[in-house]
């Protein structure tokens, strides 16, 4: 089969072409903007890419592809899309693709939340890997581990982070009701991607959804203390549940407690400690899911407190990119203002009374509707300094951040902000880049300049 993908060089979709790949298809694709890593990465694989949408593909390098896969950054409207749909070829959603011929047949474990998907999705493979199941995943970011975002293997078992966010233009449903999981692990559930969602109870919707697709005989993994994720709930379920939450917070029955050492408690029996080097207490949450996850398959907790304490985490979380000067520059996916407190705390508790300067970029589409603007301040009480770059947003940046005193600068060109950043550096510092983009290559400029 030849697939065509358009927005391939995303990173759900560079995933299904890289899958696609190895299973045999042949694969071409296009997308706005073709540049490394991804472009590097499908090009190694053999397939070939294209920059931009022009209908001459059809005619070109599409011109024999079984089926057009679209990814949900193309609207009506784009000249590649309008030309499939006069032509009247076949065309369909990645995530169809990927249920309709990958996880059809598969014990799909499945991790969701407006948090911690990515952490998760990639403990999760990294203890099925570690007790030799060999799984398959599809991933939102890059697991150190394994180097890779997306493989596919001989496994009965793939890992998948299941978005929330819609399909596509033709299919407004969040991606993950497509995945049809075994195993379901609900991290949390806020107000977010406020493009396309009117309000909280519009997310819970969708998330009912995914709790309609698992099996009498799945399970439900679910952070007990939610109380959105107890809505959902409430609306209907029929899988086995069991939920899991900190120690110290009562009252939410959970079955899987941690506490602050890591001690892990199933049904108030001890099941050993915690030890990673993943910071913050949303991380260790993080990992229960996973545990309680992988013990659906057959995972002893032990062994997967060993694969835990060999975690070398993911990219783009908490990830250092250098120490020049006793400054060190980290660079984080961070950017809904949970996100971002919880970041900061996990780095606080790491780094102590060490100054901390966080660099945020509102990027998300959430962000730059402004739809988040008064948590802010509160998100970044950890801080302390702040630093925004706030070109091209429609909202007064200043105004939202002014509870935060003299500590907070905002900043509309990269080159003044960067070097705003690097005057104001002392020895000892931590400088937390915060951006779900690439942020103009910020971190290889602050330390460029702060080199001696």
Sequence with gaps: MHLHILGICGTFMGGIAAIAQ????????????????????????????????????????????????????????????????????????????????????????AVAGTHGKTTSASMLAWILEHAGLDPAFLIGGVPVDFGISARRTESRFFVIEADEYDTAFFDKRSKFVHYRPRTA??????????????????????????????????????????????RVLARGCWSEVERFGFAEVVGTGQDWTISVDGTILLG?????????????????????????????????VARSLEALASFRGVRRRLETRGVVRGITVYDDFAHHPTAIATTLEGLRRAVGPARIVAVLEPR?????????????????????????????????????????????EVHNDLATLTEAIARAAQPGDHVLVMSNGGF?????KLLARLSP
């Excluded at 089926?67 to 369909?92: C, H, K, T, W």
């Excluded at 519009?202 to 109380?227: K, M």
């Excluded at 001890?270 to 398959?297: D, K, P, Y």
């Design 268 to 300: 108030g029996a001890s099941q050993g400690t915690l030890v990673f080097r993943e910071l913050g207490r949303h991380n260790q949450l993080n990992a229960l899911g996973a545990i309680a996850a992988a013990r659906h398959v057959g995972i002893p």
């Design 364 to 408: 998300s589409n959430t962000m730059k509707l402004g739809a988040m603007k008064a948590a802010l301040p509160g998100s970044l009480r950890e801080a302390d300094r702040v630093y925004c770059y706030a070109a091209n947003l429609g909202w007064d940046v200043t105004g939202a951040l002014a509870p935060l005193g003299g500590k907070a």
């Design 185 to 230: 692990v609900l991290n949390n559930l806020e107000f977010d991607h406020a493009d396309i969602f009117p309000d909280v109870a519009a997310i819970e919707t969708q998330f009912h959804h995914l709790v309609r697709t698992v099996p009498s005989n799945g399970r439900l993994v679910v952070n007990g203390g939610e109380p959105s994720l107890d």
């Design 22 to 109: 190895t299973a045999g298809h042949r694969v071409t694709g296009c997308d706005a903007n073709v540049y490394p890593p991804m472009s590097t990465q499908l090009e190694s694989l053999g397939i070939a890419l294209t920059e931009g949408y022009g209908p001459e593909q059809l005619l070109g390098i599409a011109r024999d592809a079984d089926v057009f896969v679209i990814g949900n950054v193309v609207s009506r409207g784009n000249p590649l899309m309008e030309a499939i749909l006069d032509a009247g070829v076949q065309y369909v959603s990645g995530p169809q693709w990927l249920y309709e011929n990958v996880l059809r047949d598969l014990w799909v474990l």
């Design 440 to 444: 103009g290559g910020i971190h290889d």
